[in-house]
T-cell receptor
Framework: KQEVTQIPAALSVPEGENLVLNCSFT??????LQWFRQDPGKGLTSLLL?????REQTSGRLNASLDKSSGRSTLYIAASQPGDSATYLC?????????FGTGTSLTVIP | DGGITQSPKYLFRKEGQNVTLSCEQN?????MYWYRQDPGQGLRLIYY???????QKGDIAEGYSVSREKKESFPLTVTSAQKNPTAFYLC?????????????FGQGTRLTVV
């Protein structure tokens, strides 16, 4: 069964710092990988989707990479802002299901 | 606006009661999902449906039931058989599987047993 792990579970950084969130998965047979943002008490908002054949995707200050063969993805956030504070989750699509990591809780300190 | 609407946002259940959580989407998606989220845990799949009048159990289906009578709607009933129902419930939808299949989520329903 696919297992998705996110490290670290929590991260606190000063405003303006660049940071990297990590996601690993055990089965490389995936269609794509998505990164989400979740604010407290809210649903998940999709940030980026990387197809299995792609190496990276960019949206504004966010850049996500995918190394399918090694089962790893990273989300790079440039010039972090207090508004980036949230929980970030990754999910892999294996066909008829999505498998989610437990998330990284990010706090950006002004 | 296209999206997924979950209602209610907050729900309180007495012991022994069944309650139904609503999920409606206007994205014309074939697939719909219900997840449960507990503190410190990832999302766990309860049920999913890829076509009207058909649905499949996920990892934690015991104590829950669903129906898919319309493409737009996928209500979840939390029955009295679910021993620990207090959690945050999330509904999602997507197109059928492909490299561009993307999951979209509602805003969630927080269920509390009183």
């Amino acid at each position: 069964k696919q297992e998705v792990t996110q490290i670290p579970a929590a991260l606190s950084v000063p405003e303006g710092e660049n940071l990297v969130l990590n996601c690993s998965f055990t089965d490389s047979a995936i269609y794509n990988l998505q990164w989400f943002r979740q604010d407290p008490g809210k649903g998940l908002t999709s940030l980026l989707l990387i197809q299995s054949s792609q190496r990276e995707q960019t949206s504004g200050r966010l850049n996500a990479s995918l190394d399918k063969s090694s089962g790893r993805s990273t989300l790079y956030i440039a010039a972090s802002q207090p508004g980036d504070s949230a929980t970030y989750l990754c999910a892999v699509n294996t066909g008829n299901q999505f498998y989610f990591g437990t998330g990284t809780s990010l706090t950006v300190i002004p | 606006d296209g999206g997924i609407t979950q209602s209610p946002k907050y729900l309180f259940r007495k012991e022994g009661q069944n309650v139904t959580l609503s999920c409606e989407q206007n994205l014309n998606h074939d697939a719909m999902y219900w997840y449960r989220q507990d503190p410190g845990q990832g999302l766990r799949l309860i049920y999913y449906s890829q076509i009207v009048n058909d649905f499949q159990k996920g990892d934690i289906a015991e104590g829950y039931s669903v129906s898919r009578e319309k493409k737009e709607s996928f209500p979840l009933t939390v029955t009295s058989a679910q021993k620990n129902p207090t959690a945050f419930y999330l509904c999602a939808s997507s197109t059928l599987t492909g490299i561009n299949t993307e999951a979209f989520f509602g805003q969630g329903t927080r269920l509390t047993v009183v």
